[in-house]
T-cell receptor, first 114, second 117 residues
Framework: DGGITQSPKYLFRKEGQNVTLSCEQN?????MYWYRQDPGQGLRLIYY???????QKGDIAEGYSVSREKKESFPLTVTSAQKNPTAFYLC?????????????FGQGTRLTVV | AQKVTQAQTEISVVEKEDVTLDCVYE???????LFWYKQPPSGELVFLIR??????QNEISGRYSWNFQKSTSSFNFTITASQVVDSAVYFC??????????????FGSGTQLTVLP
């Protein structure tokens, strides 16, 4: 089945640790995105990538890093510099990177700092 | 700056009632796109509809209908004869260009719809 796979579904992190969230798509989409969702708020864009080996900061990139070495994969690292990382993280992809086509979303990773 | 406002944080209705979810947007871009997504309890967002700024025709898809009015910058979503399975968070989103920047997708804060049996 075509789609987006995020793993793990739940992740616990100790303060001061870096953690990496996985996102893989088999839709052959050029563009991939990472969003953060907090209770009562909409989705906020962390990073996006329109093509392999290229990515751009979104509205809340501080404390996060990404890579795009393969078209299918767009992992997100939450670094210790992110002061409030507890949130629900959603990965998405779309046919093009112009944000005019619909985006397909993964099921999300819920990150909790303990 | 572009902005999407969903003023209704939570709505509860009884099954079979009709319900309208409001969405108001702001942008200076003349070519933009509006979306509605549904987020069920499982977490992933499911695409429902896309509308471009040049197409103001209302659309109906089964029990769902959308009313796009440029004059009031609104893109409202109506569910007719609601069902328990419609319970979810619904997001309105806007794709538009920031001045001097690339097109971005901005989401509203979402409306939690609960349909009671």
């Amino acid at each position: 089945d075509g789609g987006i796979t995020q793993s793990p579904k739940y992740l616990f992190r100790k303060e001061g640790q870096n953690v990496t969230l996985s996102c893989e798509q088999n839709l052959n989409h050029d563009a991939m995105y990472w969003y953060r969702q907090d209770p009562g708020q909409g989705l906020r864009l962390i990073y996006y990538s329109q093509i392999v080996n290229d990515f751009q900061k979104g509205d809340i990139a501080e404390g996060y890093s990404v890579s795009r070495e393969k078209k299918e994969s767009f992992p997100l690292t939450v670094t210790s510099a992110q002061k409030n990382p507890t949130a629900f993280y959603l990965c998405a992809s779309s046919v093009t990177g112009t944000a005019i086509s619909e985006a397909f979303f993964g099921q999300g990773t819920r990150l909790t700092v303990v | 700056a572009q902005k999407v406002t969903q003023a209704q944080t939570e709505i509860s209705v009884v099954e079979k009632e009709d319900v309208t979810l409001d969405c108001v947007y702001e942008t200076r871009d003349t070519t933009y796109y509006l979306f509605w997504y549904k987020q069920p309890p499982s977490g992933e967002l499911v695409f429902l509809i896309r509308r471009n700024s040049f197409d103001e025709q209302n659309e109906i898809s089964g029990r769902y209908s959308w009313n796009f009015q440029k004059s009031t910058s609104s893109f409202n979503f109506t569910i007719t004869a609601s069902q328990v399975v419609d319970s979810a968070v619904y997001f309105c989103a806007l794709s538009a260009r920031h001045p001097g920047s690339a097109r971005q997708l901005t989401f509203g804060s979402g409306t939690q719809l609960t349909v009671l049996p």
